[in-house]
């Protein structure tokens, strides 16, 4: 969905056209879901920043937030010591600064210097989705280097790395039980 934000009076804003996969909350937040492993909430009215996981937190999900923060208070649109972790397990929050002047909107710039983040961010996830995918696709269909059919394998009296007789306990050494 595309939106226009214009920054300043009416009489000289400029507007910037921003192409995001956003949605409005009931209570009026900004719901950003562009990015691969976050999920970007601009709350005007509690003046804050979230970042949530998507689906599972994993490291990928923490380095993004801290990207994402990182980028957002080297910007100064966030206070550096308010960034800390959510209310939700997995999340992130910062306070927004507050604009020095009537005619600045802190929301709007936010807005789009999240965009900006995502643009840098694109070719980052999607070559990660791109991994996954390639990844997942050699385990279901592998290739015939890579994959025996039934029956292809030899048969031998021991096979495999437990050999039978020898104990092992996490105290002592291996030890051989003759049977």
């Known amino acids: 969905m595309s939106i226009?934000?214009?920054?300043g009076d009416a009489a000289h804003a400029p507007s910037v056209t921003l192409e995001l996969d956003i949605r409005k909350s009931m209570?009026?937040?900004?719901?950003?879901?562009?990015?691969?492993?976050?999920d970007i909430i601009l709350?005007?009215?509690?003046?804050?920043?979230?970042a949530f996981p998507k689906e599972t937190i994993t490291d990928l999900v923490y380095g993004a937030q801290n990207r994402l923060f990182a980028f957002l208070r080297k910007k100064g649109?966030?206070?550096?010591?308010s960034i800390q972790g959510g209310a939700f397990y997995g999340s992130m929050e910062a306070m927004m600064e507050s604009a020095y002047s009537d005619k600045l909107n802190t929301s709007k710039m936010t807005l789009i210097n999240v965009s900006r983040f995502i643009e840098?961010?694109?070719?980052?996830?999607?070559?990660?989705?791109?991994?996954?995918?390639?990844?997942?696709?050699?385990l279901?269909?592998?290739?015939?280097?890579?994959?025996?059919?039934?029956?292809?394998v030899p048969q031998a009296v021991e096979k495999g790395s437990i050999r039978?007789?020898?104990?092992?306990?996490?105290?002592?050494l291996y030890y051989l039980y003759t049977i």
């Open 140 to 152: 279901i269909h592998p290739d015939k280097e890579d994959s025996t059919e039934l029956g292809e």
């Open 77 to 81: 649109l966030v206070i550096p010591e």
């Open 4 to 7: 226009t934000v214009k920054i």
């Open 43 to 50: 709350s005007a009215s509690k003046n804050k920043v979230y």
């Open 164 to 172: 039978k007789g020898w104990v092992r306990d996490p105290y002592s």
């Open 27 to 38: 209570n009026g937040d900004l719901m950003i879901f562009d990015h691969g492993d976050i």
């Open 120 to 138: 840098d961010e694109r070719p980052y996830f999607e070559s990660t989705e791109a991994i996954i995918s390639v990844s997942d696709d050699e």
